[in-house]
T-cell receptor, first 112, second 109 residues
């Protein structure tokens, strides 16, 4: 499977600021996704990162809060904007290969 | 959309015993059912998956069964070992994955 590198691995941020998370894949992939995992919870899909076009957001997630870029088939970024303590979560990049989903190592975000 | 329910939420077993986790799904169009294992502080890892045209699949000590009529699928771990301790997530997909709430499995030595 593809090697998925995500950074930063963790960060502590002040409320009202923004953080951009990067996801790099070692091969070209069509499908890239961003998930959120709140403490002790399951995985929730934020959006599908579409190469060359706007991301497709799931219900409850909006572009102004979670802008996503996908400039090519190996890279994507997720920005968490105007953060509040409720945004404290693990954010996971994932890629789809033959319907199988593989995850990056995650970014643990704490907002004070 | 798809709704996946997973039971139990926690499971404690003696080393060497079997563990069974059950999931149900709501959308009859779902055709792909993976299972993920997440150890503390690590990423979810795909451990086994099954497609809707197959009733059972086995890989060493783990197996998954699928009952399409009843819309439920299960993960079976035999001869459990301490390294099997983790959170396990089931998921179902028609065109995107929906995850269950997770089962925390603890294997007692």
């Amino acid at each position: 499977s593809a090697v998925i590198s995500q950074k930063p691995s963790r960060d502590i941020c002040q409320r009202g600021t923004s953080l951009t998370i990067q996801c790099q894949v070692d091969s070209q992939v069509t499908m890239m996704f961003w998930y959120r995992q709140q403490p002790g919870q399951s995985l929730t899909l934020i959006a599908t990162a579409n190469q060359g076009s706007e991301a497709t957001y799931e219900s409850g997630f909006v572009i102004d809060k979670f802008p996503i870029s996908r400039p090519n088939l190996t890279f994507s970024t997720l920005t968490v904007s105007n953060m509040s303590p409720e945004d404290s979560s693990i954010y996971l990049c994932s890629v789809g290969e033959n319907e199988k989903l593989f995850f990056g190592s995650g970014t643990q975000l704490s907002v004070l | 959309g798809e709704n996946v329910e997973q039971h139990p939420s926690t499971l404690s077993v003696q080393e060497g015993d079997s563990a069974v986790i059950k999931c149900t799904y709501s959308d009859s169009a779902s055709n792909y059912f993976p299972w993920y294992k997440q150890e503390l502080g690590k990423r979810p890892q795909l451990i086994i998956d099954i497609r809707s045209n197959v009733g059972e699949k086995k890989d060493q000590r783990i197996a998954v069964t699928l009952n399409k009529t009843a819309k439920h699928f299960s993960l079976h771990i035999t001869e459990t070992q301490p390294e099997d301790s983790a959170v396990y997530f089931c998921a179902a997909s028609d065109y995107k994955l929906s995850f269950g709430a997770g089962t925390t499995v603890t294997v007692r030595a």
